[in-house]
């Protein structure tokens, strides 16, 4: 009986041996859910700096083909060299240190959109997580291709869904940040974005996607793009660029060429010094189904200043828009922007030949601070208006309770308002970009309240049907114009 036993426990012992030997052995070392990849010998993957690509794939294999094992952890000091795509499957977070570093391998010769990072199955991979590292796109060490051009995005996804990449620093790129396509239920914030080469995201044909608190440096086009998109929210976020040829377009762009998009929310981001527009929305969808399918855009709480600084295009400006229905643009700022703050325009240099027809292409503009419009570099003439509509057989403005003042030109083109007035805002610091509104009732500083001499003209001025309920007492039952208005930060009534 006892030497029965004795067989049976060998038996065991082997068979435990062997179930052992099929996981990597450092992974002792690890305890569930995460695998650790590393450059100094104490993962469960070592790298050494080269083809490290190898190492964090077998790393991500083993998690996507064990469930008890969630997530791969890049562990820092260490920069891990990749000369191939890194394949990332369903419900699997690759996360690392902050001092970890992903960069691509000096001449890479990839083809174009082949990306550093990729869902597993071309099917789509869905619930993926990226956080905590750093992506150096090592622009410099691939000389030999063109930014913008599809080579070498730091992840490209199709048809997955719950995506969320976060606590992101990536740089000097080539590519997209992120780009995705027939994506649902994506969320992007909390990044560091600074000279990719084309997008920071780049959403196509997706459904309920969500960026904020990034803060972007254009390289090449936008921070944050849309095509074909919706139920959409881009809000808190830092955007600018530099001035350079290679700068870039819009802070934002919103693009149609078919398919539906009336939920699209922009709202809270500072937005200045770019190169193109700070918003360029254009829909060229000649679709007899969806043509008339793109309603409803928000744009309101937003701060823009100095954008357009490109001297070689034409259709620079605060917000550019054509072919959009009951786009609101409120409670906006608008300060030394380049030929206008608000126009309806259509480029047909990037796009097709085509404006939609008819006169239901309405833009609606209140509440908003237009000051200091200046002219725009390339063929000034006739630029430096507060709002301008180039497109008057087809579009047109409902405005209404803004504030226009100084700027170059004039405040209006091809449009007016009977409601609007043109005075000195009295900001607390234009310079400084400080745009709340100096009043006697009390002033928020970031800190504390504080009580001015004068009073803005703009408090208690807003379009009178506007919600103001979120203003402190007392807010004189009415709306400011501005950034502020219906805020908790509004500036207190004069009275």
């Given at each position: 009986?006892?030497?029965?036993?004795?067989?049976e426990?060998?038996?065991l012992?082997?068979v435990s041996?062997?179930i052992?030997?099929s996981?990597?052995?450092?992974?002792?070392?690890?305890?569930?859910?995460?695998?650790?990849?590393?450059?100094d010998?104490?993962?469960?993957?070592n790298c050494?700096?080269?083809?490290?690509?190898?190492?964090?794939?077998?790393?991500l294999?083993?998690?996507?083909?064990?469930?008890?094992?969630?997530?791969v952890?890049l562990?820092?000091?260490?920069?891990?060299?990749?000369?191939?795509?890194?394949?990332?499957?369903?419900?699997?977070?690759?996360?690392?240190?902050?001092?970890?570093?992903?960069?691509?391998?000096?001449?890479a010769?990839w083809?174009?959109?082949k990306?550093?990072?990729?869902?597993?199955?071309?099917?789509?991979?869905n619930?993926?997580?990226?956080?905590?590292?750093?992506?150096?796109?090592?622009?410099?060490?691939?000389?030999?291709?063109?930014?913008?051009k599809g080579?070498?995005?730091i992840i490209?996804?199709?048809?997955?869904?719950?995506?969320?990449?976060?606590d992101?620093y990536?740089?000097?790129?080539?590519?997209d940040?992120?780009?995705?396509?027939?994506g649902?239920?994506?969320k992007?914030y909390?990044?560091?974005?600074?000279?990719?080469?084309?997008?920071?995201?780049?959403?196509?044909?997706?459904?309920?996607?969500?960026?904020?608190?990034?803060?972007?440096?254009?390289?090449?086009?936008?921070?944050l793009?849309?095509w074909?998109?919706?139920?959409?929210?881009?809000h808190?976020?830092?955007?600018?660029?530099?001035?350079?040829?290679?700068?870039g377009?819009?802070?934002?762009?919103v693009e149609k060429?078919?398919?539906?998009?009336?939920d699209?929310?922009?709202?809270?981001n500072?937005?200045?010094?770019?190169?193109?527009?700070?918003?360029?929305?254009f829909?060229?969808?000649?679709s007899s189904?969806?043509?008339?399918?793109e309603?409803?855009?928000?744009?309101?709480?937003?701060?823009?200043?100095n954008?357009?600084?490109?001297?070689?295009?034409?259709?620079v400006?605060?917000?550019?828009?054509?072919?959009?229905?009951d786009t609101?643009?409120e409670?906006?700022?608008?300060?030394?922007?380049y030929?206008?703050?608000?126009a309806?325009?259509?480029?047909?240099?990037?796009s097709?030949?085509?404006?939609?027809?008819?006169?239901?292409?309405?833009?609606?503009?209140?509440n908003n601070?237009?000051?200091?419009?200046?002219?725009?570099?390339?063929?000034?003439?006739?630029t430096?208006?507060?709002?301008?509509?180039y497109?008057?057989?087809t579009?047109?403005?409902?405005?209404?309770?803004n504030?226009l003042?100084?700027?170059?030109?004039?405040?209006?083109?091809?449009?007016?308002?009977?409601t609007?007035?043109?005075v000195?805002?009295?900001?607390?610091?234009?310079?400084?970009?400080?745009?709340?509104?100096q009043?006697?009732?009390?002033?928020?500083n970031?800190?504390?309240?504080?009580?001015?001499?004068?009073?803005?003209?703009?408090?208690?001025?807003?379009y009178?049907?506007?919600?103001?309920?979120?203003?402190p007492?007392?807010?004189?039952?009415?709306?400011?114009?501005g950034?502020?208005?219906?805020?908790?930060?509004?500036?207190?009534?004069?009275?």
């Amino acid at each position: 009986m006892m030497s029965m036993l004795k067989q049976e426990l060998v038996i065991l012992l082997l068979v435990s041996c062997l179930i052992l030997a099929s996981v990597p052995v450092a992974l002792c070392q690890s305890p569930a859910p995460t695998v650790y990849v590393s450059g100094d010998g104490s993962g469960d993957f070592n790298c050494d700096g080269k083809d490290d690509h190898v190492q964090i794939n077998q790393a991500l294999k083993f998690v996507a083909g064990n469930s008890k094992y969630t997530t791969v952890h890049l562990k820092g000091p260490f920069t891990y060299v990749i000369d191939d795509t890194l394949l990332i499957g369903s419900n699997t977070i690759l996360e690392g240190d902050s001092n970890a570093v992903l960069k691509l391998a000096n001449n890479a010769g990839w083809v174009t959109m082949k990306p550093m990072i990729q869902q597993m199955s071309s099917s789509g991979n869905n619930n993926i997580v990226i956080r905590g590292f750093e992506v150096n796109g090592n622009h410099d060490g691939n000389p030999s291709v063109a930014k913008g051009k599809g080579y070498y995005n730091i992840i490209y996804f199709t048809n997955c869904k719950s995506v969320t990449v976060c606590d992101m620093y990536m740089h000097d790129g080539l590519g997209d940040g992120l780009r995705i396509k027939y994506g649902e239920n994506i969320k992007f914030y909390d990044n560091t974005i600074y000279k990719l080469g084309h997008d920071g995201l780049f959403a196509i044909q997706c459904e309920n996607v969500e960026a904020w608190n990034n803060t972007i440096t254009c390289r090449t086009n936008s921070a944050l793009r849309i095509w074909n998109s919706n139920h959409v929210k881009f809000h808190d976020n830092l955007i600018d660029s530099f001035y350079h040829w290679s700068a870039g377009g819009p802070g934002i762009q919103v693009e149609k060429s078919a398919g539906i998009m009336d939920d699209v929310e922009i709202y809270n981001n500072v937005i200045h010094n770019t190169y193109g527009p700070g918003i360029w929305m254009f829909n060229y969808d000649t679709s007899s189904a969806t043509k008339d399918k793109e309603k409803n855009i928000h744009i309101h709480h937003n701060i823009f200043y100095n954008t357009g600084t490109n001297p070689s295009i034409t259709w620079v400006g605060g917000i550019i828009t054509g072919g959009f229905e009951d786009t609101v643009i409120e409670n906006n700022i608008f300060d030394g922007i380049y030929h206008t703050a608000i126009a309806n325009m259509y480029i047909n240099t990037y796009s097709p030949a085509y404006v939609p027809q008819g006169d239901g292409f309405t833009t609606i503009v209140r509440n908003n601070i237009i000051v200091d419009t200046q002219k725009r570099t390339k063929s000034p003439s006739g630029t430096g208006y507060g709002i301008v509509n180039y497109l008057p057989e087809t579009h047109s403005f409902s405005i209404s309770y803004n504030c226009l003042y100084n700027n170059v030109v004039g405040n209006y083109k091809s449009c007016t308002s009977n409601t609007d007035i043109h005075v000195n805002p009295l900001f607390v610091n234009q310079k400084n970009h400080d745009y709340h509104l100096q009043s006697r009732g009390g002033t928020w500083n970031g800190k504390t309240w504080v009580k001015y001499k004068v009073s803005s003209p703009c408090i208690d001025a807003g379009y009178p049907s506007s919600d103001y309920s979120k203003e402190p007492e007392d807010n004189g039952n009415r709306i400011n114009i501005g950034r502020y208005g219906n805020t908790i930060y509004a500036s207190k009534s004069k009275h």
